[in-house]
């Protein structure tokens, strides 16, 4: 029997895809960002077990809500990604009740992407940074895995939604937003973009975890100022 680890659902999520959506936030990634809010969710050993079934039971009670505002289900994390045969199954379950599933991740998981696509209605691909050398400064790791998910996207003809977090300093140049608009428009079934601002929320949980916070110092990103850069991408 599949069991999946999983760290926490929200009932009522709103920026997470289109309409409102159950969030369900699955345990373990292999990423470190360095403005990660949820270093909570990194430990691919913690979290509630679950089982696909007992999950998608759960999931099912909000149907209502999905019918009304054009909702779902999006699994996010941590990577949902990381937990690919729970997924799957998860995710096959989901369509057989008819509930619409989306993606939230960077695209770094442990493979079946294909198979895993075949059920998925919309990805929210979180771009990390665009350079081999700054995807390695913000996450740890190399930016190979992320390109391999992107082309089974692109494989997939999967819809997408282009995320990048605006941070000061990383990723808040008029240069860096000019190439990722470059980026974008080698991208198929991209429907949205949105740039989010880097923020200071879930510092706390650091401190919890006895984690060194590595953008100690950094101020959040200035709202007006993402909008301005948001028009470079037009």
Same mark, same amino acid.
């Given at each position: &029997?599949?069991?999946?680890?999983? #760290?926490?659902?929200?009932?009522?999520?709103?920026? /997470?895809?289109?309409?409102?959506?159950?969030? @369900?936030? &699955?345990?373990?990634?292999?990423?470190?960002?360095?403005?990660? #809010?949820?270093?909570?969710?990194?430990?691919? *050993?913690?979290?509630?077990?679950?089982?696909?079934?007992?999950?998608?039971?759960?999931?099912?009670?909000?149907? *209502?809500?999905?019918?009304?505002?054009?909702?779902?289900?999006?699994?996010?994390?941590?990577?949902?990604?990381?937990?690919?045969?729970?997924?799957?199954?998860?995710?096959?379950?989901?369509?057989?009740?008819?509930?619409?599933?989306?993606?939230?991740?960077?695209?770094?998981?442990?493979? *079946?992407?294909?198979?895993?696509?075949?059920?998925?209605?919309?990805?929210?691909?979180?771009?990390? #940074?665009?350079?081999?050398?700054?995807?390695?400064?913000?996450?740890? &790791?190399?930016?190979?895995?992320?390109?391999?998910?992107?082309?089974?996207?692109?494989?997939?003809?999967?819809?997408?939604?282009?995320?990048?977090? @605006?941070?000061?300093?990383?990723? /808040?140049?008029?240069?860096?937003?000019?190439?990722?608009?470059?980026?974008?428009?080698?991208? #198929?079934?991209?429907?949205?973009?949105?740039?989010?601002?880097?923020?200071?929320?879930?510092?706390?949980?650091?401190?919890?975890?006895?984690?060194?916070?590595?953008?100690?110092?950094?101020?959040?990103?200035?709202?007006?100022?993402?909008?301005?850069?948001?028009?470079?991408?037009?």
């Amino acid at each position: &029997m599949t069991i999946g680890k999983i #760290h926490s659902i929200e009932t009522m999520g709103l920026v /997470d895809g289109p309409g409102i959506r159950v969030v @369900v936030f &699955m345990q373990g990634c292999a990423l470190r960002c360095v403005y990660c #809010h949820n270093p909570d969710t990194w430990n691919d *050993n913690e979290g509630t077990e679950y089982t696909p079934q007992e999950l998608v039971k759960k999931i099912a009670r909000f149907k *209502n809500y999905f019918k009304s505002s054009g909702g779902g289900v999006t699994f996010s994390g941590g990577d949902p990604l990381r937990q690919p045969e729970f997924l799957l199954e998860a995710l096959k379950l989901c369509k057989e009740e008819g509930i619409n599933t989306c993606l939230d991740t960077s695209g770094v998981g442990r493979g *079946n992407y294909d198979e895993i696509l075949k059920y998925t209605d919309l990805v929210l691909y979180d771009v990390k #940074h665009l350079s081999e050398e700054g995807y390695k400064d913000i996450t740890g &790791m190399s930016i190979n895995e992320s390109k391999i998910f992107l082309e089974a996207c692109e494989r997939a003809g999967t819809k997408l939604w282009i995320r990048q977090v @605006v941070v000061p300093g990383k990723t /808040d140049s008029e240069e860096y937003i000019l190439k990722l608009k470059e980026f974008i428009e080698t991208l #198929h079934n991209v429907e949205k973009v949105e740039l989010l601002p880097y923020h200071l929320l879930g510092i706390n949980k650091y401190e919890t975890l006895g984690i060194k916070y590595r953008l100690d110092g950094v101020p959040s990103m200035d709202k007006d100022r993402c909008k301005e850069l948001y028009e470079l991408l037009k």
